[in-house]
């Protein structure tokens, strides 16, 4: 079987050009999306992820703010620019980089921002909102999963999609995404006991587990399409996702490779909720 790439590079790409167009259309009426991202402390992933968050942000004409803290910044100090941003009237979109250092709670952190400009999704509110199947702005890594599947016509309805890790920013979304999709959703976690049998049953297999290369052909059906949001730094400073690429490639029909995969399309639905939060902050029909 000669498998298809799902470039989310691609898929990236398109849909940044019509962010672009839609930019252009705001500025007639003197809208710009804005972005403020806040990151604390030093982490060189974090610093890298940062500046691409930025750099996407100039390429699209969006108003950028980056806000580098110490290490040792303190809940309420952090507070303290969160409620700052969330009254600003330039910003449309706050994004709070994760992990923080831990002597700041992540969870008082994303309660305190604003609802409107959770472009992260990862407001109890938005997330109670996605849960519901109200509006809200979707966690970006899981609706850049169904984009991908979308854009390159896979069938999501009626198919028995079978998602491997159970967070709060993949596992737990993507399921719940794919359920309004029409799939059928089973879930695999570190304690399910059987998850050869269950993956090998997959039509769409979501890998979100953490370990590199975990997934080989065994895991596979035949013809199953592949979305792998792993992604783990090996020690020669390769980047691998969780799925044996090699291994499970020609056995696919259509898989995600790492780097190029999912990783490009989080930072772009980031910049499409900043802009869909813009939009609906001034009131402006999606
Ligand atoms: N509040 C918050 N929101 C986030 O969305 C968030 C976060 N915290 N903390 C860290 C993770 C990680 N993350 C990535 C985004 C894009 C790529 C990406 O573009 N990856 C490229 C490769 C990049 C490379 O080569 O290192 C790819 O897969 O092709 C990766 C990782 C967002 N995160």
Do not use: W
């Amino acid at each position: 079987m000669s498998e298809l790439l799902l470039s989310g590079k691609d898929v990236s790409q398109a849909i940044r050009e019509e962010i672009k167009q839609e930019v252009e259309r705001l500025k007639a009426v003197n809208l710009q999306p804005g972005l403020a991202v806040v990151l604390v402390g030093e982490d060189p992933a974090s610093q890298v992820y940062v500046r691409n968050k930025h750099k996407a942000c100039l390429e699209l004409g969006y108003y950028s703010e980056v806000h580098r803290l110490p290490e040792d910044t303190t809940e309420e100090q952090l507070l303290e620019l969160v409620h700052k941003l969330n009254e600003q009237e330039t910003i449309h979109g706050i994004l709070v980089q994760l992990p923080l250092p831990a002597q700041i709670h992540e969870k008082a952190i994303i309660d305190a921002i604003a609802v409107h400009k959770d472009v992260d999704g990862f407001h109890p509110v938005s997330v109670g909102n996605m849960v519901l199947g109200d509006d809200s702005l979707l966690p970006c890594t899981p609706a850049g999963v169904i984009e991908i599947l979308k854009r390159y016509n896979l069938e999501i309805a009626g198919k028995h999609a079978v998602v491997i890790g159970r967070s709060n920013i993949v596992g737990k979304p993507v399921s719940l995404l794919l359920q309004r999709e029409n799939a059928t959703v089973t879930m695999c976690h570190s304690r399910t006991s059987n998850m050869k049998e269950l993956t090998q049953q997959a039509d769409i297999l979501i890998v979100a587990i953490g370990k590199a290369k975990f997934i080989d052909a065994s895991y596979v059906k035949p013809g199953a399409v592949v979305i792998d949001v792993g992604m783990n730094r090996l020690d020669n400073g390769k980047l691998a996702g969780d799925v044996d690429f090699d291994s499970v490639r020609e056995l696919s029909s259509a898989i995600t490779p790492v780097p190029g995969g999912v990783g490009p399309m989080t930072i772009t639905m980031l910049m499409h909720n900043t802009l869909k939060a813009a939009k609906r902050i001034h009131q402006i029909e999606v």
